[in-house]
């Protein structure tokens, strides 16, 4: 599965367009992943928890936009676009959605 920013891909032709496909990832931080991230956001530094969380969502949406992509019959998804929201109490959860255009190339 060829998986793209872009309207098109250079050098192929798109000879049929499937449909919109989408993925969805609500991912909660727990509190211990919280507390570090805090105290590193206080001196300074990198959260590698939050980076992780944040990788294994985009990661797991990405997913399953390209399993419904491979459900319709398409080979390639183009147009992707990524958005990362926080949602829940106190924006406790962190939500990604992904969507783009599932085509056969």
Do not use: C, H, W
């Not at 990661?59 to 147009?79: C, F, H, Q």
Request: aromatic fraction near 6%; glycine fraction near 12%.
């Amino acid at each position: 599965m060829i998986l793209s920013t872009t309207p098109t891909i250079e050098g192929q032709t798109i000879r049929e367009y499937k449909g919109v496909v989408t993925g969805e990832t609500i991912i909660g931080a727990n509190f211990v992943k919280d507390f570090f991230a805090g105290i590193r956001d206080i001196v300074g530094g990198r959260s590698g928890a939050y980076e992780r969380v944040l990788r294994e969502a985009k990661d797991t949406s990405m997913k399953e936009m390209e399993d419904r992509a491979r459900e319709m019959g398409a080979n390639a998804i183009v147009g992707i676009d990524i958005d990362y929201e926080t949602i829940g109490q106190g924006n406790s959860m962190l939500m990604v959605a992904t969507s783009g255009t599932a085509v056969v190339i």
